[in-house]
């Protein structure tokens, strides 16, 4: 029998790429899917991740742990940027008016929702302009003040603001931030005030706090966590209907007395509207992924963050309906643009 040679013809790279687009654009027309092709070369360059707020906050954290991971899975390097200001409004704007191509995405809070009421003019809307990818974490706020003030629980802290009113500075991580509404509200049911002062994120009011320029604020545990334990600061409660594994001694506000506030912070990723849902959808599966992994997932318990990793459209109607929320109680609060 005649044997015969099989040849095999080598294809140019260039000619490969362009067989695989092709395939993806057939499947992608066979399948609905609108945007798969686009996703084929992505990313083409470094992802970069906008955080609203200073370095050393709750969003930089968990950012910079994640991005590591990422880079490995995307081969190009996700890198974190901090545009902080206005509540984070800013880096928000700038995501929103963002090529929709995956390259430059957006790490936000809680925040973005409560201080809408309270600026007069944005730049872009939360539900029109913003592509939701997945909610990472959800976390309590502890209240927190310096050593130096004679106070070792909520009680003791009330009756001592009641004897010295308007000389207690309550910080918070902006104008509007969930930090400033757990803030007020707990003035309000504590009946006790204190001169309010926003500062640019958690780290810089958590070093107002540190260095006596402020009496008290509501910060997430990774910020303050290592001030508390150096006995920098001390933990007087949460601002959850639980209690955090950080500070187990501390107990929650509604333990406290203070009735009514169970208030969790959280933290999602957001990319501009338009993005290619391919692309959407790869962002979220590797958050999640990340999150799952052993070494990312106790950080965050170490942390008190629970993570959660919903899906793009869980997160969409969970940012409605919180945006929904925080309206009506800015109406009910007759809060009104302060900027």
């Known amino acids: 029998m005649e044997s015969r040679q099989i040849r095999t013809r080598r294809i140019h790279p260039r000619k490969r790429k362009t067989m695989k687009t092709l395939r993806i654009v057939i499947i992608a027309a ?42 490995k899975t995307f081969g190009q390097p996700v890198v974190v940027e901090n545009r902080s200001g206005a509540s984070g409004h800013i880096a928000a704007e700038a995501v929103a008016r963002a090529a929709p191509d995956g390259q430059l995405v957006m790490i936000h809070t809680a925040s973005m929702i409560t201080s809408r009421p309270l600026y007069a003019k944005l730049g872009y809307d939360v539900v029109r ?21 004679p106070v070792k629980n909520v009680r003791e802290f009330m009756a001592l603001a009641k004897r010295r009113p308007g000389e207690f500075v309550f910080a918070s991580t902006g104008l509007g931030s969930i930090s400033h509404v757990v803030g007020e ?51 007087l409660a949460v601002s ?12 929650t506000l509604d333990e406290s007395g203070i009735k009514g ?6 933290y999602g990723i957001w990319a501009p509207a338009k993005t290619p849902p391919a692309i959407v959808d790869a962002l979220y599966k590797e958050y999640v992924r ?20 919903s899906t793009p459209a869980e997160f969409g109607a969970f940012v409605q309906s919180e945006v929904t929320r925080w309206t009506e109680v800015a109406r009910k609060a007759g809060m009104k643009p302060e900027s």
């Open 185 to 235: 509200l707990f003035q309000q049911l504590a009946g006790v005030r204190g001169i309010h002062v926003p500062y640019r994120g958690a780290a810089p009011a958590t070093i107002a706090l540190v260095s006596g320029e402020a009496t008290y604020a509501f910060i997430v545990p990774p910020v303050i966590r290592s001030h508390v334990e150096a006995g920098k600061l001390r933990a």
């Open 129 to 149: 302009d913003l592509a939701p990818v997945t909610q990472v974490v959800r976390i309590p706020n502890v209240l927190v003040v310096p050593p130096a003030l």
């Open 290 to 309: 990340v999150m799952a992994l052993p070494n990312i997932k106790e950080r965050f318990l170490r942390e008190g963050a629970e993570t959660v990793g």
């Open 30 to 71: 066979a399948l609905g899917i609108a945007g798969l092709s686009s996703a084929a070369d992505w990313p083409s360059r470094p992802i970069v991740v906008l955080d609203g707020f200073a370095p050393g906050g709750g969003t930089d954290v968990f950012m910079r742990l994640m991005a590591v991971e990422m880079s």
């Open 261 to 266: 506030i169970d208030i969790p912070h959280w």
């Open 240 to 251: 959850t209907i639980k209690r955090s594994p950080v500070f187990p001694e501390a107990p």
